[in-house]
């Protein structure tokens, strides 16, 4: 089968199911919680947004998703997606397609950082955490590709972290230990 996206309308075609996050769906997730409130009561702004290819999500089968990151900072915090673990440990690729961007991954002990531009494949091995985040001024857009039958654990990322959080700083961008005060 072949699957059409607009790049310009951000839609696939045929199409799956689709996903809007706003600020409110990020609870707990920035380390500023007020500023977090703050932004959720001035607007409740879309952070991101995920559509899905037809594909079921089930053992064996190989869905596909392309999210697009708006740009912005939360209390210094660049605008990121929840990040999730797979519960079915399994391997993951993102192919960075516009805009800039970077893939967080953590194991629970170990933290890697992967900048993602066009055309770079992150390749995420089984078994770690992941966690989008936009470091430009523009939309930052990706194709993921994930085993179907992997499952997606939020609750993980609440307890255990992502190792570091990625704020802007200057023209560039910092990290910082996940629970530093
Ligand atoms: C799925 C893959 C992506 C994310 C998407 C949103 O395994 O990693 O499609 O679901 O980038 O992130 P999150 O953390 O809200 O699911
Ligand atoms: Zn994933």
């Avoid at 706003?22 to 947004?49: H, K």
Wanted: no cysteine.
């Amino acid at each position: 089968m072949s699957i059409r996206f607009d790049q310009a309308a951000g839609t696939l075609s045929p199409a799956g199911p689709t996903l809007t996050r706003r600020m409110s769906d990020l609870e707990g997730l920035f380390r500023d919680q007020n500023s977090w409130r703050t932004a959720v009561a001035d607007g409740d702004p879309i952070v991101y947004s995920v559509v899905s290819s037809p594909v079921p999500e089930i053992d064996r089968e190989l869905p596909q998703s392309i999210t697009t990151i708006h740009p912005g900072t939360t209390g210094g915090e660049f605008w990121m997606t929840k990040g999730h673990q797979h519960p079915n440990h399994q391997g993951e690729i993102y192919l960075g397609m516009s805009g800039n961007g970077g893939l967080l991954m953590f194991d629970g002990k170990d933290t890697r950082w992967v900048d993602m531009a066009p055309g770079t494949i992150g390749y995420i091995p089984p078994g770690w955490a992941h966690r989008s985040v936009n470091v430009g001024s523009e939309p930052y857009s990706f194709l993921a590709v994930y085993p179907g039958g992997a499952g997606h654990d939020y609750s993980w990322v609440l307890e255990n972290g992502l190792g570091q959080r990625v704020w802007r700083q200057d023209d560039g961008l910092a990290f910082v230990d996940y629970f530093a005060e």
